[in-house]
């Protein structure tokens, strides 16, 4: 686990362009690109209550993200500053495939 | 009764089109025997044992499916290392359950809460979670690894089939698939598509018996144990299908249809963005009609400005160069809309509705406009209004556009005012049609012939009178048509009656060039247009 006290805490935002939301195809590929970090990584979609742990797919899917929406990001861990901008590029590009 | 199925007929929902005539092979979920459950830690262990199994097992059906089939999976085995969700599990485990017990909970929780979104496509993912549990619950029970023997050219039949069981069986020798429940927009539906394996759904209870079964996938039709009589039909069935399917299929890569020598433009309408993923959408010479109300169904609240543009851009990047009609919001009518189209009106298919409705929100169309006018710089980009009466509702539209891109082009923003037409469904406009000063028209063929018959169309009883084919409504089209011709504006059908084969003749002979289609329809409407060019008749 890591704690707060050790880093700073890293956020972004991105709109989801993906035609049909977050459907199977980019939730795989959004926990596999965020299990590639070290760091903490938690998404919502924006507004949302509860944030979410990026690394499960379940999860993810559960959010049930809608076009359109808009994804808030944080991340908090040594490479937490990349992390999110390897996330938002995911998500903004339409999770092009060979990404993730 | 004893078992005798011999002969009967079952209707469920198409998934898959084409014929197999084979062997019935029923295919059970497994119940299986009951596990004896060991200690905390060995349960652990023997669920740990098999999840790396099944991610074997699955990852090697993957690699050997390849394509659209190794993507369906890889979501199966992202599932397996979501940590999140299996520590949940040995958590369950070291509270005393069994793991297959254990496993099954939370893997039913999921399926569960995926059954009941209100997206089709969530509820499909269901059976992925449903064919991830039974394959781990089967290892668990020591009766994993024995691969479906099908023998080849059988119809399998089961309640739901999911797609590693669908993989696992050898298709070579042709065969189709007869599901009791099931959907048409499950995995296992769209890798039947793509390997051309018949397939129904939705056929509900049939007898637990039958040795034979003939599966008629355009039909959606099941019938066991038939008579050499009802064999002969099928084949006859199957023979046509097989020889239309072929020739429809070479026609639709020909560029471009025509008939009498004069070119028959073949455009596609679509409701929604995902409808370019048809395989035949490809050879269209554009969209016709770009529905945009699903654009409104979406969400509680309205689409902003950039939810629509990047909707609009991803469609006209798909066309490249070839023309886009997007239609504005059509709302009202039998197309209500909360917070958008009024309530309680008594009449809602005569009331405020189409362009009414957009000129009396323009907080909504606005957005809509600036969204359209963003788009417009992007491609080849017509845009139409719907339920138009008079031509100053056109004019008041298109100073609100003109003065929006205005707006726009001031902030520095690209845009532009795109071409504008509108469609011809109500009588008036049809009648009137030289006074408008349109760009192009579109012949709404549904509301025209409701309004025109003074039919509703919803109305069952009616049925008889709601005759496209009426001479009344055939020469308003044919009025439409002449005067586009004269005029040297283009004008095109976009209603059923196009996608109609028996409807082809007389719009040809109204003077209709131009016509837009569902993307299923494209081929068979391509083929009819060619027999009918070189003199034959609808087919």
Redesign the interface.
Known sequence: MLDKADGQIFTGSVRLVHAVGMHARPAVKLTKLAKKFQAQISVRVAGAPEWINAKSVAKIMAMRAAHGSTIEIKASGSDAEAAIAALVDLVASDFPDGAG | MQGSAAGLAYRGRTASIGFAHGPLVRVDAGAGGERVAGTLVEEALALRKAIDLASGQIADLAASAGGEAA??L??QV??L?????IEAIFASIGEGRPADVAWRATLDE?IA?YNS?E?E??QA?SS?LADLRDRVVHILRGDAGEPLKIPSGGVVCADDLPPSRFLEIDWSGGGGLALLHGSPTSHVAMLARARGIPMVVQLGAIPDAGATALLDGEGATLELDPSAEQVRIFEKRRESHRKSRASARAILRRPTASWRGEHIKLLINIQ???DLDHADAQYADGIGLMRTEFLLS??SEL??E??QF??YD?VLRWAGQRPVTIRTFDAGGDKPVPGFTFDGEANPFLGVRGLRLCLARPEIFTVQLRALARAAVRGNLKVMFPMVTSADELEAGRKLFADIVQRLQADGIAAKLPELGIMVEVPAAALAIASFKASFFSIGSNDLAQYVLACDRSNGALAPLMDPLHPAVLELIARTAEHGRRAGISVSLCGDMAGDPRCLPALLNCGLRELSVNASALAQIKQTIDRLSSGGSVG
Do not use: G, K, M, N
């Open positions: 993507q369906i890889e979501f992202a599932l290392e979501d940590e999140d969700l999921q809460a979104a997206d496509y969530l993912r992925d929604r963005v995902d979406r969400r689409p902003d950039e939810t990047q909707a991803s």
